[in-house]
Structures are given as C-alpha cells and as structure tokens.
C-alpha cells in the first residue's frame, strides 16, 4: 500500500530462481573442458558507484574468483578466467586484486595475465601498437572537452591512451550531462580542427570513445573464444557494452550445438540492467553480491568428484525463461 503523497515504488526487477542458476551451473560442469568465465567488473564483481573511483571488487567476488584461480592452477585445462572490462588493464587488476586471470582492458584493446600471487602493481599489459595514432586526439578530447564545460565536478575523464571516456553517472541528470558531453566534443573538434577516427561505444552514463576500428566486447570474447576452445563459457555483465559479449556467446552456442554456452545479465542497486541486455540473458542476478554467490557456487560444483556432479543436460544453460516484463 502507498500512501497518499508518497511516489509509487518500482516494480522489483526480475530475477532468475537460484534453482535455474544452479541447473546452469551443472551444465557448465559437465560440458567438456576448459571451462572458460569472462566477468564485467563495474556492476557484476563491484557494486556499481557514482564514483568511477570508489568501485572495487565485492569481497564475495573475490573469495570465489581466488578460489576458482587456484582450482585452475591445481588443473591444468580445466578452467580460465577472464576479467573483461571499459577500465584499463592496471586499474581493474589494482581493484580486483587476484592472479591467475586475464585482464582485458579497455574493452579488449588491452590484456595482461596476472600470474598467481602477483602484484598487480607488477603487472605489464599489452596493447596493437596500430591504434598509436589515435593517442594524441583522444588526449586533445579528454582536456579539451573538460575545460569546454567547466570542469564540472559529476565529469570523470579516463584516460586510456588511444581511447577515452566520459562519465557522467555523478550528475544529478545522467541524460542530461550525456548530451552536454556530446556537445562539447563536438565544438572541441570545432574549435581545434580536430579530424579523427575515434567513434562513440555503449554505454548509458559515459560517453566513451575508441578506435572505430578496435571492435570492442564481443570481438574480445571471440578472440577468447578462439585461443581457449572451450566446451563450456558463461558471460557475467550488466551494461550496454556488455551486448556485444553476451552476442559473441550466442553466436558460438548457435554455431556449435556442443557448446554449453551461458549469458548472465546482472541488476544494479540503482537501476535494472538494460532491456537489451536482458534480452539476451539466459539468467539474471539481483547484484553484485549475488554474482559471488554463483561463482562461490560453480567452484563448489568444479571440485566435486565426477561421479558426485550427476548428470544434467546442456539445454538447461540453453533456456532462456526470465524476461524483463512487457
């Protein structure tokens, strides 16, 4: 009941029944090795922030991925993990803070694989030196585009060598100051003649710009996809950017019926994930907290015994029957 005055509250954002996740995660066990987990950071291993700066991995989180590196250093072939995410390789690796994944920065331009019990302090990600040249105009944006709107306090500008992003999730109007960001990249490239080649990415409250020609998510899952030959690969995200992996996924499971492919779309504490996102999610998590649980979970099931698993067929990570309501 509402009282009178008093705004209405939102509908709770769907979720998927943990006896779904748990039928997922039985069919990922079973299919054939390696198993491979590529994870968002922001929003799916962290609570989403306003502050860019603020997020750090849950601690739910990182016990489980600390216990899924050491199951696949113990196992050779058996499992891999991959940290996939818009910030850079030394940031998201400084956040999470556990060795034996691969990071994938900047939306896959970079990658760096922190051993077990490295220092990510330590750690030395590579980058196509082809996309060089697009440094010196990304950094032209990122000073440029500040200064034309006055250096606003909800504005943080990540630097990311031949990219750069925008956000703007500390405004008090998120679609308002997105669109005052697009506006003053425009009159930047005015002002200083700017020609160019980067191009606008998804993304709900950042303007991000990289590379027209880097790709982004799904051309990094793919990649992932090709150097490990999994028989099994679930996908962890919550944004807009996070499409193109979930794609990269079902476009896999779709070309080889063998694959066990799973996509799991994650709430964030202040709104739900996008429609499009949940649209191609086979599960879908309540937040962040609830993605340690499943990979807590899915590290349980990976140590059981092979006779202690049971069996469960792969069309159960196939169903698709949490949807976003009409």
Same mark, same amino acid.
């Given at each position: 009941?509402? $009282?009178?005055?008093?705004?209405?509250?939102?509908?709770?954002?769907?979720?998927?029944?943990?006896? /779904? @996740?748990?039928?997922?995660?039985?069919?990922?066990? /079973?299919?054939?090795?390696?198993?491979?987990?590529?994870?968002?950071?922001?929003?799916? $291993?962290?609570?989403? =922030?306003?502050?860019?700066?603020?997020?750090?991995?849950?601690?739910?989180?990182?016990?489980?991925?600390?216990?899924?590196?050491?199951?696949?250093?113990?196992?050779?072939?058996? *499992?891999?993990?991959?940290?996939? !995410?818009?910030?850079?390789?030394?940031?998201?690796?400084?956040? !999470?803070?556990?060795?034996?994944?691969?990071?994938? %920065?900047?939306? %896959?331009?970079?990658?760096?694989?922190?051993?077990?019990?490295?220092?990510?302090? &330590?750690?030395?990600?590579?980058?196509?030196?082809?996309?060089?040249?697009?440094?010196?105009?990304?950094?032209?944006?990122?000073?440029?585009?500040?200064?034309? $709107?006055?250096?606003? =306090?909800?504005?943080?500008?990540?630097?990311?060598?031949?990219?750069?992003?925008?956000?703007?999730?500390?405004?008090?109007?998120?679609?308002?100051?997105?669109?005052?960001?697009?506006?003053?990249?425009?009159?930047?490239?005015?002002? *200083?003649?700017?020609?160019?080649?980067?191009?606008?990415?998804?993304?709900?409250?950042?303007?991000?710009?990289?590379?027209?020609?880097? %790709?982004?998510?799904?051309?990094? @899952?793919?990649? *992932? *996809?090709?150097?490990?030959?999994? %028989?099994?690969?679930?996908?962890? &995200?919550?944004?807009?950017?996070?499409?193109?992996?979930?794609?990269?996924?079902?476009?896999?499971?779709?070309?080889?019926?063998?694959?066990?492919?799973?996509?799991?779309?994650?709430?964030? =504490?202040?709104?739900?994930?996008?429609?499009?996102?949940?649209? +191609?999610?086979?599960?879908?998590?309540?937040?962040?907290?609830?993605?340690?649980?499943? $990979?807590?979970?899915?590290? +349980?099931?990976?140590?059981?015994?092979?006779?202690?698993? &049971? =069996?469960?067929?792969? &069309?159960?990570? +196939?169903?698709?029957?949490?949807?976003?309501?009409?």
């Amino acid at each position: 009941m509402t $009282l009178a005055g008093e705004p209405a509250r939102p509908a709770p954002a769907p979720v998927s029944p943990w006896s /779904e @996740v748990e039928a997922s995660i039985a069919a990922l066990v /079973e299919a054939r090795p390696p198993l491979l987990v590529v994870a968002d950071f922001d929003g799916t $291993l962290a609570v989403g =922030t306003r502050d860019p700066a603020a997020a750090m991995i849950h601690p739910r989180s990182q016990r489980a991925l600390r216990s899924l590196a050491a199951l696949a250093a113990n196992r050779p072939g058996r *499992l891999d993990l991959a940290v996939l !995410t818009g910030r850079v390789v030394a940031d998201v690796a400084a956040r !999470t803070r556990v060795g034996g994944v691969e990071y994938l %920065g900047d939306h %896959g331009l970079q990658r760096a694989q922190l051993p077990r019990h490295g220092r990510p302090e &330590g750690i030395r990600p590579i980058s196509d030196p082809a996309f060089d040249a697009h440094r010196d105009p990304a950094e032209a944006l990122a000073s440029g585009v500040a200064r034309e $709107l006055g250096d606003p =306090t909800w504005l943080f500008v990540e630097r990311k060598g031949p990219s750069v992003a925008f956000h703007v999730r500390q405004a008090d109007d998120v679609t308002v100051a997105r669109a005052a960001v697009v506006d003053a990249i425009a009159a930047v490239e005015r002002r *200083l003649g700017l020609v160019h080649d980067l191009a606008h990415y998804r993304g709900r409250s950042v303007v991000d710009l990289r590379p027209r020609d880097a %790709g982004g998510k799904r051309e990094a @899952v793919e990649r *992932l *996809l090709a150097a490990h030959r999994p %028989g099994g690969v679930v996908s962890l &995200g919550d944004e807009l950017s996070d499409i193109d992996a979930f794609e990269a996924v079902l476009a896999a499971r779709a070309a080889d019926p063998r694959l066990v492919g799973v996509t799991v779309a994650v709430h964030g =504490t202040a709104r739900p994930a996008p429609s499009e996102l949940l649209e +191609r999610a086979d599960l879908v998590l309540a937040g962040a907290p609830e993605v340690g649980r499943l $990979l807590a979970a899915l590290g +349980r099931r990976l140590g059981l015994p092979a006779k202690g698993r &049971g =069996t469960v067929g792969s &069309g159960l990570a +196939r169903s698709r029957s949490r949807r976003p309501p009409a």
